[in-house]
């Protein structure tokens, strides 16, 4: 053989690898929400943001499937299941406990990141915050048992208040827990705790209307991924019963709600798309501690209160982190 063409035959065959590399498909992301997509936008962002973070790009290096659950929780497990027969590298849940339940029984073998507002070790998600194991990790977002605090800042809104109304969706798992939650936090408060119930839209305005039949003073919208993609609607009927409420993430706030106070969802879900761009890198989902959100946000809409006609004290305006004028 001539020595051009062994160098020839060498050159070709050390490409080889290379443009097998380049011909192959990008890994895959599945992105499993309980919610819709256009209240979420911004928190997508985020979520690529994070992926970004470690170098990943959609359609660039990386695909994402996305599946949304439009509120209707029963939708979960057959798109979980489309997502692992796709098939997918990582498994991203969002929207709580009912996206996570639906991955987790569709596969225990693709790494999935989970972001709830649930204590995930205390209901057996994980075996401890520090070494999950199994195929789970992700971002506990401390913000589904918050009720003492959410009815404390109400409480000074509405002094005058001797019952408040707490609206839960029964068919989400930790709906439960927490009412019982505010529940306790309203006998240290004095004050009495009226339940009421939305599981759809069309459950929302009955809800609405019951307020003046119980004489509640003042709202609380406990946290649910479904109240958050109608918040619209929630903050909208709000307005029209007149009744100072209170909510979980500051995107209430800024569509016209009272006052909310929970964690930061977009740092929750930047966070989440980091997890999943480290386990493409390699990364062991058992072996990624899980993250707990400490960033809390007290937003405060003065429009709204104006329009409320209610005079609020100027040090919970001063404690807010933020104020819409």
Known sequence: MRRRDFVTLIGGAA????????????????????????????LVAAFRNG???????????VAVEFRWGEGRYERLPALAAELVQRPVDVLATSGGDPALLAARAATSAIPIVFLIGSDP?????????????????????????LGAKRLGLLRE??????????????????AAAMLKDAEEAAVSLGIGVIPLGAA????????FASLAREQVGALMIAADPFFNSRRDLLVALAASYQV??????????????????GTSLADSYRQAG????????????????MVQS???EFVINLKTAKALGLELPPGLVTAADEVIE
Do not use: C
């Open 200 to 207: 759809s839209e069309s459950e929302f305005e009955p809800a």
């Open 244 to 261: 100072p409420t209170i909510y979980e993430f500051r995107e209430f706030a800024f569509a016209g709600g009272l006052m909310s106070y």
């Open 15 to 42: 490409a080889w690898p290379f443009a097998a590399r380049a011909q192959q498909a990008p890994p895959v992301v599945g992105f499993l929400n309980t919610a819709s997509p256009g209240p979420f936008r911004h």
């Open 121 to 145: 070790v205390e209901l057996g998600y994980v075996a401890s915050f520090n070494k999950p194991g199994g195929n789970l990790t992700g971002v506990h977002q401390l913000t589904a048992m």
């Open 157 to 174: 809104v509405a002094p005058s208040a001797g019952r408040m109304a707490v609206l839960v969706n029964p068919s989400f798992p930790p």
């Open 51 to 61: 992926l970004e973070d470690t170098g990943f790009v959609e359609g660039r290096n």
């Open 274 to 289: 980091n997890y999943a761009g480290r386990i493409l890198k390699g990364a062991r989902a058992a072996e990624l501690p």
């Open 294 to 296: 400490s960033r809390f």
